[in-house]
């Protein structure tokens, strides 16, 4: 019958509209609100200097959440992204030898095959997604290590350090950077037939199994394209910090990652990618701590916070199984 | 006519056919139980023979009580992974009871332990209610708890620069001592294993775990409490995450404040290679042992050799992980098409 | 004495009256035969026994007592207990601990005595001819034996009335006799059985009284002896003998134009899978449409999606042109000109979560675009085109397809479908759950598709709506096919002769 027309006739506002629009946007609220308060309470919170320095910290967590989106999007998850980027972050040094150019080819190599090892194991071998991504959680690091014998080195060259810490027209590179991968995955979630395709799967993968899509081709595509991005933010972040320490780059930004993705709205069920929204779930994580910092509170404090939303934003992210 | 004939030959086929399955589901059984240990055994014979100093008692004894702590981390692990959860949120905790035992230690022998095991059991409480009455994925309930645990941790210890030390002489000589040349940790923790066991296997709650990790569904139709159980198992994570935090202080003499040990990792490693399920349903205590020691072995063997790294451990884990991971899953359908 | 009793039931579920004023009595001491095809609102009254659902309108009584379950729990406590077809244990739990979970034995200590738990469940399961090693793996056993399993849980724990749903249908013979030999047990205890099945030689053999559900009512109860096998299936199926003359009740035209010697579109030729399908071979010309026939369970729905490549064969062929697909994965038969319709449109059908667009242009994506760039406005033409011919009501293309009513949703698969240009059409049961107006617009869509010389297979329930719609039927049972009707044989009195006739010969058989 007409369901077009009751849904139409529906309250405006109603609990069930509400928890339905929360999720989705409940997060550009909080930000107004956050940066409403910062306005009024926060002394020089929007000079340049000091967006610049946040911008810059949130820059490999979105080019992190960007791929973690694509795999969350097929009702999957990658637990190994902080080890592949510490894995980029060893191999960096060791090929600087052979040019700039180089060095990046082998670290984005390097995020290649992790993502065929994770995509095999889920795709073909048929494992959990959260099984799959354990061993490379557990052992990535410490290959990282192993390749770096497990000592920090200072990485001295100019053109990688100009991605890390160079400006262009006044924005820093690493910036302009995150929003090109924002920009690419944007495009690629709405116009690509990859991009329908991953929706698809993580919306009904029988469904799509059967409508004659080569599903495990597209789920093992979405794992490397997830391991890359991981890749080209650890490369990142030694070009920034001029210095590869697989101990520390990327420590626990599978939870950061993670966190901005479901704050920013994209279900955990699958089957729906918000790629604005995993940005702004970024810069909302990114703003309570810069908020907490200037207003005098501790590290440990904001940690604890920060608990507290992403058990929060899941908790009305969660799955309603009632229907 | 002939219906009977095909009759008395399908009987043999199907008598036949059920033979075989059970004895693939012996052997694979056995694989899945024992694999850990066979190998544990092959390592310590090539280390016994590769190594002189390896083949010591003093060299055992290194290695049980280095194992101590993540040997108990594991047990709660056990539990959880058996119902089809994980608990990623230990290795704060353990840092986290490390340090409240330290500060707890100036009231004495007792609030040491008993310290720790309440700040710990209580985040336990709290995964476990999450997870169990909210459906929000175990992995992330446990993720946003290890950050949370070390913001906790970071606060009583002044951001990290305070480092409380053992003040209690009887902690001290609890985690220094020894009896019979085994230091007292791996004693309290042998005890800790057995009523594990007793518990895992030999009452209903143990059931109970299988049973939710082994279908949730069937699980609550069959009468079992799967919520409550489920709260139980993070609960008892939470604890003897505490507990080993515990008895690292008292090892060390001091609450160290170090962040991102990756306890849990080793510890789900420890587990898995012992032959439990990721997946839940299915899994032993006495493969978590062999599986701790078979990484505390090579962990041991990394160090005889010397300039090797210590993140050889890892990698070998995650190896080792890998290979258990995948053969479990064909292990588990070789199990099921027969 | 009535032991439980559904006295005027309802059910409404969005769009669906699951259950319709239903009233169903069981005695102390009855086998029940609860029978009627999907969708008859026999799950859902099996639902409402055991506190899954409550009824929206009606009562239970049970011993007597006005009743009322609010959890599975409650009705198991009360002594429902329910066997279901996916058995419901915990696969990798031993057969012991299965047996007693919960109830374990214990000795002085608390702790649970596991000798006397594996003495105890051998003896208890040598009754049930289950013989095995009890402390084996539940799921490493065969399907029969942890079926048996369940039953004997269900026993154990004072059941007065069990439910058994389809208990044979993994069952070997042998295990089926052994089963009966159980149920006729219980029934000398006084134990009251529901039993719903499709397999009409049993439920002849074991069962006391019957009642029939057809579009969530009672169309028929009571003894089933006094129930001729012919007029079962035909009260089932939805057509009382005497009305069978037939006056054109669908939106089928009848009659396509085939070219008697035209190459078959399709051919599949002896299609093996274990245990389910045996030797199945039929041939599809274009511009056919070719029934199905059969009850639930007979390998209508296995033997489509084995041709679509989303069902395991063992052996056998599916051409399509003759081209032998060899074993196609979903991927290759769509790619040859294959496209399945199947049968659960939610969980194998649509991608809910996503709009029409998308599930119209799924299929196709890379035919809509270039260099993996999608063209929006190539898809639009396609979409609106479909939407326009298959009058598909939504708000518009960007809908929801969750929000759609079942006949629009089953649009919008069939556009799907459509739109990947088939060469053949394998439809399960195209116009179940959707409302009548919706079901013609289908039906006369098929005809259209059939006459622009598409390859059709039919699987439908409705006995009216697969002797109309089809040229020819082909009859399965138990996986295999058992007989074909064409010409002036294909009619609903033919199609019940034959279904019943195949039940008979297996009876004698045995």
Request: aromatic share 4%; charged share 15%; glycine share 10%.
């Amino acid at each position: 019958m007409s369901e077009a027309t009751a849904v139409a006739t529906r309250p405006a506002i109603s609990p069930a509209r509400i928890r339905a629009w929360l999720p989705a946007y409940g997060v550009y609220v909080a930000i107004a609100l956050l940066m409403l308060f910062n306005v009024l309470f926060t002394p020089n919170f929007l000079a340049w200097s000091n967006l610049r320095i946040q911008l810059i910290q949130m820059a490999p967590i979105v080019i992190v959440a960007l791929g973690m989106a694509l795999v969350i999007g097929t009702e999957g998850i990658d637990l190994s992204v902080g080890a592949v980027m510490a894995l980029a972050a060893a191999l960096i040094p060791l090929y600087l030898g052979y040019g700039v150019i180089a060095a990046i080819i082998v670290s984005l190599i390097a995020g290649v095959l992790v993502g065929l090892i994770n995509g095999t194991l889920v795709a073909k071998v048929g494992l959990q997604p959260i099984v799959a991504t354990l061993a490379l959680f557990v052992g990535g690091r410490g290959l990282a290590l192993v390749i770096s014998g497990g000592q920090l080195k200072d990485v001295r060259n100019e053109d990688l350090i100009y991605l890390g810490s160079g400006d262009l027209l006044g924005i820093p590179v690493l910036v302009w950077i995150a929003a090109l991968m924002v920009l690419i995955v944007g495009f690629v979630v709405r116009r690509t037939v990859f991009g329908r395709r991953l929706l698809a799967i993580g919306g009904n993968r029988p469904a799509t199994e059967l409508a004659g899509v080569p599903v495990k081709r597209v789920l093992i595509t979405v794992y490397v394209v997830c391991s890359v991005l991981a890749s080209i933010a650890g490369l990142l972040a030694v070009a920034r910090i001029q210095s590869s320490d697989a101990s520390a780059v990327g420590l626990l930004i599978e939870l950061s990652a993670i966190t901005a993705v479901v704050v920013g709205g994209t279900p955990l069920t699958g089957g729906r990618v918000r790629v604005l929204g995993t940005v702004a779930g970024a810069l909302l994580m990114q703003l309570v701590v810069a908020t907490m910092i200037k207003h005098n509170l501790q590290p440990s404090t904001t940690e604890m916070v920060q608990a507290v939303i992403i058990l929060v934003a899941v908790y009305v992210a969660r799955e309603r199984k009632t229907r | 006519m002939t219906q009977t004939v095909s009759d008395h030959e399908v009987a043999a086929v199907v008598a036949a056919d059920e033979r075989r399955a059970e004895r693939i589901d012996r052997i694979v059984g056995l694989i899945q139980r024992q694999g850990a240990l066979a190998v544990l055994v092959v390592v310590v014979v090539i280390g016994s023979v590769a190594f002189p100093n390896f083949r010591s008692f003093d060299n055992a004894a290194t290695i049980l009580i280095a194992a101590a702590p993540p040997a108990l981390i594991a047990l709660g692990m056990t539990f959880v992974i058996i119902t089809g959860g994980i608990d990623l949120s230990v290795g704060s905790l353990y840092v986290l009871g490390g340090v409240v035992s330290a500060y707890a230690s100036q009231w004495g022998l007792l609030p040491a332990f008993l310290a720790p095991l309440a700040v710990c059991g209580l985040i336990g409480v709290l995964n476990g209610a999450l997870i169990a009455y909210s459906r929000m994925a175990p992995f992330i309930v446990t993720l946003a708890a290890l950050l949370g645990a070390r913001g906790l941790m970071r606060a009583i210890s002044d951001e990290g620069s305070t480092t409380y030390l053992v003040e209690n002489d009887a902690f001290r000589a609890f985690g220094t001592g020894s009896f019979l040349g085994i230091g007292y940790p791996v004693w309290l923790v042998a005890a800790v294993f057995a009523l594990g066991m007793v518990l895992l296997s030999r009452t209903r709650f143990g059931h109970a775990v299988y049973a939710v990790g082994g279908s949730e569904d069937a699980a609550s139709l069959m009468g079992v409490a799967v919520r409550r159980t489920k709260v139980w198992v993070y609960v008892m994570s939470g604890l003897l995450a505490g507990l080993a935090g515990a008895i690292n202080a008292a090892k060390l003499g001091s609450g160290v404040t170090v962040l991102g040990t990756g306890m849990e990792l080793d510890a789900i490693a420890a587990v898995v290679i012992g032959g439990t399920l990721l997946t839940g349903g299915a899994g032993t205590i006495a493969g978590t042992i062999a599986g701790v020691l078979l990484l505390g072995v090579i962990q041991n063997m990394i160090n005889q050799v010397g300039n090797v790294p210590s993140s050889y451990q890892q990698v070998i884990s995650g190896a080792f992980l890998a290979v258990v991971v995948v053969a479990q899953t064909y292990l588990v359908k070789l199990r099921r098409v027969t | 004495m009535a032991l439980l009793e559904v006295v005027d039931v309802s059910k409404v579920f969005p769009g669906v009256r699951a259950l319709d004023d239903v009233s169903f009595t069981l005695q102390a001491g009855e086998v029940h035969a609860l029978v009627g095809e999907n969708g008859a609102g026999k799950s859902t009254l099996i639902k409402v026994l055991t506190g899954v659902y409550q009824p929206d309108a009606g009562s239970l009584r049970y011993r007597d007592e006005a009743a009322r379950f609010d959890t599975p729990m409650d009705a198991q406590r009360a002594g429902i207990s329910t066997i279901y077809q996916e058995v419901n244990l915990i696969p990798l739990m031993s057969v012991a601990h299965n047996l007693f979970l919960g109830r374990e034995p214990r000795n002085a200590l608390g702790l649970l005595d596991e000798g006397r738990m594996h003495r105890e469940a051998s003896e208890i399961l040598l009754r049930y001819g289950v013989t095995t090693d009890v402390r084996r793996q539940l799921g490493t056993l065969a399907l029969g034996a942890q079926q048996m399993v369940a039953l004997a849980r269900a026993v154990m724990i004072d059941a007065k009335v069990v439910i058994m749903d389809e208990p044979t249908s993994s069952l070997e013979p042998r295990e089926v006799s052994t089963l009966f030999g159980v149920i006729r047990d219980l029934h000398a205890q006084g134990i009251g059985i529901v039993y719903v099945s499709h397999r009409l030689d049993e439920l002849y053999q074991i069962c006391d009284a019957v009642t029939i559900l057809r579009d969530g009512k009672v169309v028929h109860t009571g003894k089933l002896a006094d129930l001729e096998r012919i007029r079962l299936v035909s009260l089932m199926l939805g057509r009382e003998m005497s009305a069978v003359r037939r006056e054109g009740f669908t939106g089928f035209a009848g009659g396509h134009a085939t070219a008697a010697d035209a190459e078959p579109v399709l051919k599949v030729t002896d299609l093996n899978s274990r245990r389910r399908l045996h030797d199945i071979s039929f041939s599809v010309r274009p511009g056919e449409v070719v029934g199905l026939g059969g009850l639930l369970g007979a390998g209508r729905s296995e033997t489509i999606k084995a041709i679509g490549g989303a069902y395991p064969i063992d052996g056998g062929t599916v051409e399509v042109d003759g081209r032998d697909l060899k074993r196609p994965t979903t991927v290759q038969a769509v790619k040859a000109g294959i496209a399945v319709q199947p049968e659960d449109r939610k969980a194998e059908g649509l991608v809910a979560g996503l709009s029409v667009r998308e599930n119209i242009a799924l299929a196709v994506l890379p035919r809509l675009s270039r260099f993996g760039l999608v063209s929006d406005r190539r898809i639009d033409e396609i979409v609106r085109s479909y939407m326009d011919r298959l009058r598909i009501k939504a708000s518009g293309p960007d809908q929801r397809v969750g929000d759609l009513s079942g006949g629009n949703q089953q649009k919008v698969l069939l556009a799907r479908l459509l739109a990947t240009r088939p060469k053949v059409l394998l439809l399960d049961e195209p116009t179940r759950g959707i409302d009548v107006g919706a079901k013609a617009e289908v039906q006369s869509l098929i005809d259209e598709l059939a006459a622009e010389g598409l390859g059709v297979v039919l699987v439908s329930s409705d006995a009216e709506e697969l002797v109309e719609g089809a040229d020819r039927v082909v009859v399965l049972r138990d996986g295999a096919v058992v007989g074909e009707l064409t010409g002036d044989r294909v009619t609903t009195e033919a199609l019940l002769e034959t279904i019943a006739a195949a039940a008979e010969l297996e009876e004698t058989n045995e």
